[in-house]
């Protein structure tokens, strides 16, 4: 796991930035470091409160900042610019090929700080900046186990080599569901408690299976059969049958693995002859999806049984005998219906 | 993660290729302990196939071979002596 910092020049020889950006500072000014993966506007800062403004996040000037500035009185604009350039940011941005007036390009050169600029409206150059950033500032972490995407559930299956995880994510594919990475998975936190997997270019659509080699999914099954990157919900840890070992039998509580830093869901499912992995991992797939949708299967029942135990009132009218006799009986009902 | 480790020079021609990684994989496949081969700041599981050739190391480049378990004695000598050998080939 790592956290990292990211300099200008580095920002800059990024392809979707290089064909759009361009830089106007001393190429000195390029060796500054960025701290944040996404970059900030001025806003409520050109009144001159620059107190929420981060010292290590790229600023952007947009229109109508660039419009506010050109409308400010010299001396008015001078004590802004000071305060501004004075938090030492690493680099500005103007956007829709926007000129920096020439009192704030003088400032911001005067405190090594980058100036870049770009023909992209705000909202354009935003996302282009901040996928960079984020792809090279953010917690990251690469894990062995094979991310497949089951239901629309992002479900990392990991366990000792040998164990079988490729061969039940084989037949996961077969039956629809699709393929993120096989045995080396890059994980990266993207925004608070999101953590999002994928392949390293080099192995992506590609899987190994002991006795077959090395097989390519999309060609095999086709485009439906794999994606690019998924939010990681659930780690599967396949595991040897171990008759001593005591597994989760209630459901009640969920165990939480950190993976790039964000807690995720973690069962460990033990595997045996004539159990079918596949169909477990479906079901532990639909069961993510119900309690997403606010049912929680164990706690209701567990609920249901705490309300079983709970003593009956001794005096009771017919109304409640009633209710309570037609509790007794429920699952024999329904079979007959 | 405790366990030992030892640095190693991939000295044959083509480098850390699909058949060697193989070979390693074999090799490291048959201990028991965790085998994990290393390159700067990448790190794979060595019983992988799909993550040795994710590591790319070319000839030349320097790995950290690391071992951690019961047999690691055995796995680090074994494997070593599998990349000091070129993995067979020249």
Known sequence: ?337 | MPGIQKEFVITNKLGLHARASATLVRVATQFRCEVTLSKGDQSVNAKSILGMLTLAAAKGSTVVLGCAGEDQEGALLAIGKCIEDKFGEE
């Open chain 1, 1 to 337: 796991m790592r956290l990292r910092r990211m300099t200008v020049s580095e920002v800059l020889a990024a392809p979707s930035i290089a064909e759009a950006f361009w830089s106007r500072g001393d190429s000195s000014t390029q060796d500054r470091c960025i701290g944040q993966p996404t970059v900030q506007r001025l806003g409520v800062a050109l009144t001159g409160y620059v107190e929420h403004l981060d010292s290590d996040r790229v600023q952007m000037v947009g229109r109508s900042e660039h419009g506010y500035l050109c409308t400010l009185a010299p001396a008015a604009l001078a004590t802004l610019i000071e305060r501004l350039v004075a938090v030492n940011f690493p680099a500005w941005v103007f956007t829709c090929g926007l000129e920096p007036p020439p009192e704030l390009a003088a400032g911001i050169a005067r405190h090594q700080q980058a100036l870049l600029t770009t023909r992209l409206e705000s909202p354009a150059a935003t996302d282009r900046l901040n996928e960079v950033l984020t792809e090279h500032l953010t917690v990251s972490e690469t894990v062995h186990g094979v991310l497949v995407d089951v239901y629309g559930v992002g479900m990392l299956l990991t366990g000792k080599s040998g164990i079988g995880k490729s061969e039940v994510a084989l037949e996961l594919i077969s039956h629809g569901h699709r393929l993120v990475s096989d045995d080396v998975l890059h994980l990266q936190q993207v925004r608070p408690g999101v953590v999002v997997g994928h392949s390293p270019d080099l192995t992506r659509h590609h899987m190994e299976i002991r006795g077959l080699g090395i097989i390519n999914i999309r060609d095999l099954f086709g485009a439906a059969a794999v994606r690019e990157r998924k939010r990681v919900e659930q780690v599967i840890e396949l595991l040897e049958w171990d008759p001593g070992e005591a597994y989760d039998r209630l459901g009640l509580d969920t165990q939480y693995l950190t993976l790039a830093g964000v807690p995720v869901a973690h069962a460990r499912l033990p595997v045996r002859p004539g159990r079918s992995m596949r169909l477990v991992i479906e079901v532990a797939a639909r069961n993510r999806l119900l309690q997403a949708q606010g049912t929680h299967s164990a706690r209701a029942f567990a609920d249901r049984l705490d309300g079983r135990l709970r003593p009956v009132p001794t005096r009771t009218d017919s109304g409640a005998e009633a209710s309570v006799a037609g509790e007794t009986s429920p699952s024999r009902r329904s079979d007959v219906e």
